[in-house]
């Protein structure tokens, strides 16, 4: 079993930055593709971006590319989304989570972690 932890959100102007963080514990990510989703409310849980664990393979969705990065430390087993340039809409609660039973994009991954609100006010 893992556990993941996130942190990083807050409350930032638009056009301001943040950086999240999703530490693993309780093993490692090993082999694992990670991935980071938000939620807001009212809305369902939407795909934001991921990772394989080679680094080979990163993707996100439209809306944030050219303004997120998804990166990640094996050997800390962290994964962290730099968020440039935010927009009121990326408010939401974020979440990273752990090894998908289907493709990246999908929300079926077999751990997931509390979330860490982001608020961008206009």
């Known amino acids: 079993q893992v556990q993941l932890v996130e942190s990083g959100g807050g409350s930032v102007q638009a056009g301001g930055s943040l950086r999240l963080s999703c530490a693993a514990s309780g093993r490692t990510f090993g082999r694992d593709a990670v991935g980071w989703f938000r939620q807001a409310p009212g809305k369902e849980r939407e795909f934001v971006a991921a990772?394989?664990?080679?680094?080979?393979?990163?993707i996100y969705a439209d809306s944030v590319k050219g303004r997120f990065t998804i990166s990640r430390d094996n050997a800390k087993s962290t994964v962290y989304l730099q968020m440039n340039s935010l927009k009121p809409e990326d408010t939401a609660v974020y979440h990273c989570a752990a090894r998908p039973r289907r493709d990246m994009k999908n929300t079926e991954y077999e751990f997931w972690g509390q979330g860490t609100q982001v608020t961008v006010s206009s």
């Open positions: 990772i394989n664990w080679r680094l080979t393979y990163i």
